[in-house]
């Protein structure tokens, strides 16, 4: 069955063609498996909770009649502005309006949030742009220029809220900058979700072409219920396609966690037990409480554009398990330095198992994409990576920000055992891949940025004592736990790649300089290209000498059992001075010439601007398989496919099919490299 929505109709209807309803939820409430809604343009200000999920055979899917003028937000339009002060204007609304959720009374709180400012969940817009939110009205009335934000100069469009609670209204106060916002577009954000079940369960809903903004929707930690302004709210088998998803006050989309109320924000609420602890509790708790591959996970994400959320475009813990993320376009994520905590990225993922990462184009976010605990079987291939960093541009001394500004990178691998593989890709940040973990391959990729925390990072932080983050790996291809282990590190297997290094900021070398001196666990601040952080990691050979003989009880001490595990090489090309391994095998170093790299932005897409294919080297090269890369330890898992199937990497980011000696790098050749990297989705 069809139902038609049209929030431009007189009145609202049967939900006919003819007489359509004016809401989304009034079909929302009866949609049942294989039914359709069609949505009218509009602006739908609702949080749309759908009642029933559909089927495997029989999806229930929602469409924007026409793509991305469907509009569903948190947001409330104010007009009722008065002048306060100069450029400062002051709103006055009835606390009516919020029901029992009021985003000006509820901060920004959960584990690993690091409260840099006490920070409400609401919002205010200026033509669908959010204002910064400040602490005191002096700061409304004499703003003062946010350096850390990557659009510093319209940090002094501020907010301050209050409540007064004698007339039972919430009072805001903005500076406005010389415009009247009763005649600009300005609103303020009212809902937690835009799309969202209430209850658990309800699969197999697929959403499409909508635009979804502007939801006060809360910090969104491993260990709370993850929410978005949309997502499946633990279930499986959702697709979210062709969307416009920005200004979420934490994440645009959740494949997260269910409510467990006994581990709740536990380590924010009950200090007596580390979150890592509570985390592992988590897990098992889901385990017994049915987190499997029959019930969860297995959603498709995919030709969105997200960006302008203030913690992650697309995060989510134990729920996106099997997903497939794909042809999105994520970027400007956490640029206004509003928020800081563990858990910021474009993509942000726990017990990834089996995702696969796939063609999306990550930029211009203080991290691209984080994976975090439990990547198992997850295949991050064919993506474009670029500017994802501190910002580009400052106004003022950059030098004296504080080091605590988060230095993101392209990928950050923590934690895991693998096995974790990507190829295909263009990491082109000055920080490619953060490696506090272990089980990665590279693969046919081009990284021009450093290898970062390579042997470090996999502690949880205690001042004098020994302190292991044990994690778990899971049986392959399933949910079920297999095991707890801490880290070696090392496992790792670098092929085909090419390691450019970039030339570097000069405020990027400072800030380098500076967080070296306050020496961590956490991160070793690399900014060099190339394999040599891993000089002292040992071949397989040197590896498995120490395993001669007897090794059993009884037998001579040995540090065999918690040495770091080999690393594997061969194929790669290193160039304006990137460094190789020690141990490199196979290789070739262009010393002479200077290489230039980057992505260029034009009317249809994005484009690589380099003379690398002018000056690569030649290279005999072989093809990599399955079988070349062999298991990573702990789980004792190939990296292969999600069904169990070998995969062969013949090639390349554009599916063009490498010779019998492939070049190395995520192309077949120089014309394929010069060819739009990606077309725009918006």
């Known amino acids: 069955m069809k139902y038609y929505v049209n929030q431009q109709a007189p009145r609202s209807g049967q939900g006919t063609k003819e007489y359509p309803f004016k809401s989304i939820q009034e079909a929302a409430n009866l949609a049942k498996p294989g039914d359709e809604v069609l949505v009218y343009p509009g602006v739908y200000r609702e949080n749309v909770n759908p009642v029933n999920g559909g089927t495997a055979d029989a999806r229930i899917t929602y469409t924007s009649v026409e793509k991305e003028a469907a509009i569903i937000t948190g947001a409330e339009s104010v007009k009722t502005w008065e002048p306060y002060d100069g450029n400062v204007w002051v709103a006055r609304i009835s606390n009516g309006l919020f029901g029992d959720f009021n985003p000006y009374v509820e901060r920004v709180y959960g584990d690993w949030f690091v409260q840099t400012i006490l920070a409400h969940l609401g919002d205010v817009f200026l033509n669908d742009k959010s204002l ?23 940090s002094i469009y501020t907010w301050y809220t209050e409540q007064d609670e004698t007339a039972d209204e919430t009072i805001i106060y903005a500076n406005f900058q010389g415009l009247n916002p009763n005649e600009e577009n300005v609103e303020i954000s009212v809902r937690k979700n835009c799309f969202y079940p209430v209850e658990e369960g309800r699969g197999y809903i697929t959403v499409s072409g909508f635009t979804i903004c502007k939801a006060a929707v809360q910090w969104a930690p491993p260990t709370a219920l993850q929410e978005g302004m949309i997502g499946p ?50 897990i098992l708790q889901a385990q017994r409480e049915g987190w499997t591959k029959e019930r969860i996970g297995s959603h498709i994400i995919r030709r969105n554009n997200i960006h302008d959320c203030g913690q992650t475009g697309i995060v989510g813990h134990l729920g996106c398990v099997f997903s497939i993320i794909e042809d999105n376009h994520i970027h400007h994520i956490n640029n206004k330095q509003n928020l800081a905590g563990a858990e ?34 997850t295949r991050v291939s064919q993506n474009l990576f670029h500017d994802n960093t501190i910002p580009k541009e400052f106004k003022g001394d950059r030098v004296a920000l504080s080091v605590s500004v988060v230095v993101g990178e392209d990928v950050f691998l923590e934690v895991s055992h693998g ?64 095991g707890f282990m801490t880290f070696l590190h090392g496992d790792d297997r670098f092929y085909n790649n090419i390691f450019i290094q970039q030339d570097l900021r000069p405020e ?37 000498k120490e395993f001669e003989g007897y090794c059993g009880m009884g037998s001579a001490p040995s540090d065999r059992y918690y040495n770091p595990l080999p690393v594997w090489t061969g194929g790669n090309i290193f160039m304006n ?25 034009k009317a249809d897409g994005w484009y690589l601007e380099t003379n690398l294919y002018d000056v690569l080297p030649e290279l005999k090269t072989g ?23 070998p ?32 077309s725009k989705i918006n």
């Open 233 to 282: 709210h633990w279930s499986k088998g959702w697709i979210i396609e062709d969307c416009d998803i920005y200004e979420a006050k934490c994440s645009g989309i959740s494949l997260g966690k269910y409510y467990q109320p006994e581990n709740d924000n536990k380590w924010s609420k009950w200090k007596y037990k580390d979150g890592t602890q509570t985390e592992r509790e988590v």
């Open 344 to 377: 910021i990225g474009g993509i942000k993922l726990h017990a990834a198992i089996d995702a696969q990462i796939r063609r999306n184009h990550i930029h211009h976010c203080s991290r691209g994409l984080w994976l975090d605990w439990q990547a198992q079987g």
């Open 508 to 544: 990027m070398v400072e800030i380098m300089k500076k967080s070296k001196a306050e020496k961590n666990d956490w991160d070793d601040n690399n900014v060099e290209t190339g394999t040599f952080p891993f000089d002292s990691y040992p071949t397989f050979e040197e590896w498995d």
């Open 419 to 482: 096995p974790t593989l990507l190829d295909n890709n263009l990491f082109l940040s000055e920080r490619s891949v953060k490696m506090a973990t272990q089980g990665v391959a590279l693969v046919h990729n081009i990284v021009a940025g450093g290898f970062v925390a390579v042997g470090v990072g996999t502690n949880n932080g205690a001042k004098g004592i020994s302190s292991p983050r044990y994690t778990p790996y899971h049986v392959p291809h399933q949910t079920e736990v297999a």
């Open 623 to 645: 093809i990599i398989s399955t079988e070349t890369l062999g298991m990573a330890f702990e789980p004792e898992q190939k990296f292969e496919n999600p069904d169990g199937s």
């Open 132 to 154: 910064y939110e400040v602490e005191t009205l002096d700061d409304v009335l004499s703003p003062v220029i946010k350096l850390e934000s990557w659009d510093s100069d319209f």
């Open 577 to 601: 001075g990137a460094k190789p391994s020690t141990k490199e095998v196979n290789y070739a170093e262009n010393t002479t010439d200077k290489v230039s790299i980057s992505v260029v932005e």
């Open 647 to 678: 995969i062969v990497f013949d090639t390349d980011y554009f599916d063009n099919r490498h010779s019998l000696v492939p070049l190395a790098g995520p192309f077949v050749d120089k014309f394929s490299g010069l060819q739009k990297l990606i």
